[in-house]
């Protein structure tokens, strides 16, 4: 199973669906009136053609999106051919679902230029229409509007490429690269439809296959899960979060709202589950104790480049910059504040962190550029900083940065999520359990940051002498050195 | 030197410095360059400090200062 697949199947909802169908269909039916949960049940790869169908009656405005299912209703197809409104061509052309060669007809017929080019993007796309665009009028292209190059491009990766154009397009340069990931000659000879003798003089002529793999997005995966919407809608029956709280859905780890259950919480998902979640519970449950601990500080740091994000240092050499450990929070949270202005302190800071040279090749002001004279010959005897001085450092720095900056934060708890020193124990063990045992196993995809939570339990002043004791035989070097900051 | 005298040296690089970026239209990184460096041109820019009150001085600043103020009366002439 590869990693897409392993995520896009909603394991709660699957799991329902074998053990008790009835309420499986009962659940999604109960999601088609409202037009928010309609639009998960779409977006749900899953969806069975029934529900999809339901759907398409109760919301029309859903119908397009219908199209990009796999088990959208053929019905809708013959809709969307009939309608032939922009919208509905282009979902035609990137709907998965197969066209026939008299469908493709009676579509191609209705669309202008563009439209029959991004038609040629299809797989099904037939032979004949593949030789009619090679033969468009492409005279109307502009610098904005290069269709001829989107037809060589899908032409070039067409199964059903006509043998003809194939010794066309093998009279152009073929490392000539189409659309910006692959060259016509990697097009063709990655092609079924291309014989196995010109790949060969392909091959002869240089051209070896690239692969382009599509970048697999967890998070949207997970977001799309059907089963998420039952706690995210507050409107839904109560009696479906239950339902999947007793199937150990993570989202009844931490909200405690919700029944905690007895069964064992798979760690790999939860992990995953927190790693993506967007109401970055776990951090909320997490971080705010360590305010308690004057070993850890909060910062926030404002970035253009890597975006503005708050993270939490330690004092003395625990390190936890790996990007793999998820030390950062992106975006602005209520619960994570900060003075947004620089102390003389952290101005010098950020002047020391730049250089003299840094600065003065970025078209300074003045004062900054002063205020860096100063700082950085501060300790060389020569002179002391007078009091307006510092006042002078403080106001230059806080005028002249402002990308790249980091200030002090604080991170308060936040009313919809308990820390987890007012969790209830069977709450603190759930979740010491899901880290336990992906430290456990070191294979896992998520390992470190298993590490870094168990890191913050160890900073956490709250947690018990059992967890303490637990946390020093974990596998851990993190978690281990964490304890004795 | 007394302070008095220190304050005169500062004000007249200062004035210097002034010279050359409105007279002579030479940006920071022009000066750093005609000076010799990035550690005169903070040396120059120290002597502003100064007539700002930003920094007291001590007299191990006197010197380099002396010298800074004859390169820049020489980026002057020139």
Redesign the interface.
């Known amino acids: 199973m590869t990693t897409a697949q392993m995520w896009e199947q909603d394991p709660y909802l699957e799991n329902l669906k074998e053990s008790d169908s009835e309420t499986y269909f009962d659940y999604l039916n109960s999601l088609v009136s409202d037009l928010d949960s309609a639009r998960v049940l779409i977006s749900y790869k899953f969806t069975p053609q029934q529900i999809l169908e339901a759907v398409a009656k109760k919301h029309p405005v859903l119908r397009v999106g219908i199209l990009q299912h796999t088990n959208c209703p053929n019905e809708l197809v013959a809709w969307a051919i009939k309608e032939a409104t922009e919208e509905t061509i282009s979902a035609l052309t990137s709907s998965p679902l197969s066209i026939s060669g008299d469908d493709f007809a009676t579509i191609w017929a209705k669309c202008d230029i563009a439209q029959r080019v991004a038609l040629t993007s299809r797989l099904d796309c037939p032979t004949d229409l593949l030789m009619d665009t090679w033969n468009s009028d492409f005279s109307e292209d502009s610098l904005f509007e290069n269709n001829r190059e989107i037809a060589f491009t899908n032409i070039a990766g067409n199964p059903n490429i006509p043998k003809k154009l194939i010794v066309e397009l093998m009279k152009y340069p073929l490392d000539s690269l189409l659309d910006g990931q692959l060259t016509i000659g990697q097009l063709l000879i990655q092609n079924s439809g291309v014989s196995d003798e010109t790949k060969a003089l392909l091959a002869l002529r240089g051209v070896e296959k690239r692969v382009v793999e599509a970048e697999i997005d967890v998070q949207r995966l997970i977001y799309r899960w059907p089963s998420n919407h039952v706690y995210e809608a507050r409107n839904i029956q109560q009696k479906y979060r239950d339902l999947f709280s007793s199937m150990a859905h993570p989202e009844s780890i931490l909200d405690t709202r919700e029944n905690l259950t007895e069964k064992k919480y798979d760690a790999k998902t939860v992990l995953q589950y927190w790693i993506t979640d967007s109401n970055k519970r776990i951090y909320k449950c997490l971080w705010p104790d360590l305010a308690e601990n004057p070993q850890v500080n909060f910062f926030y740091s404002g970035s253009s480049w890597e975006g503005d994000h708050a993270y939490i240092g330690i004092v003395g050499d625990l390190d936890l910059t790996d990007e793999e450990f998820k030390n950062k929070i992106h975006g602005t949270e209520a619960w994570i504040t900060s003075s947004n202005t620089l102390s003389f302190d952290e101005v010098v800071e950020e002047i020391s962190g730049r250089g003299f040279v840094d600065i003065l090749e970025s078209e300074p002001t003045e004062e900054i550029l002063i205020s860096a004279a100063i700082s950085e010959r501060a300790n060389d005897g020569l002179f002391s900083i007078t009091d307006k001085g510092k006042q002078y450092i403080h106001d230059a720095g806080n005028d002249w940065f402002d990308d790249d900056i980091t200030f002090v934060a604080e991170a308060k708890p936040d009313p919809s999520q308990k820390v987890w020193s007012k969790l209830d124990t069977n709450r603190q063990k759930a979740i010491f359990n899901v880290i336990q045992s992906a430290l456990d196993d070191k294979s896992e995809e998520n390992y470190k940051f298993a590490e870094y939570l168990g890191a913050l339990l160890a900073l956490n002043p709250s947690i018990s002498q059992e967890v303490r004791l637990q946390l020093e035989k974990a596998p851990s070097d993190l978690t281990k050195k964490a304890l004795h900051v | 030197m007394a302070k008095d005298e220190l304050l005169a040296l500062a004000q007249r690089i200062h004035g210097l410095m002034g010279q050359l970026a409105e007279d002579e239209e030479l940006y920071?990184?022009d000066i750093?360059s005609e000076l010799g460096g990035?550690d005169e041109?903070?040396?120059a820019?120290?002597a502003?400090?100064?007539v700002?009150?930003?920094?007291?001085?001590?007299e191990?600043?006197i010197p380099?200062l002396q010298e800074i103020e004859e390169n820049l009366k020489g980026i002057v002439k020139a």
């Open positions: 920071y990184d750093a990035e041109l903070q040396m820019l120290l502003t400090a100064i700002e009150g930003l920094i007291e001085p001590t191990a600043l380099i």
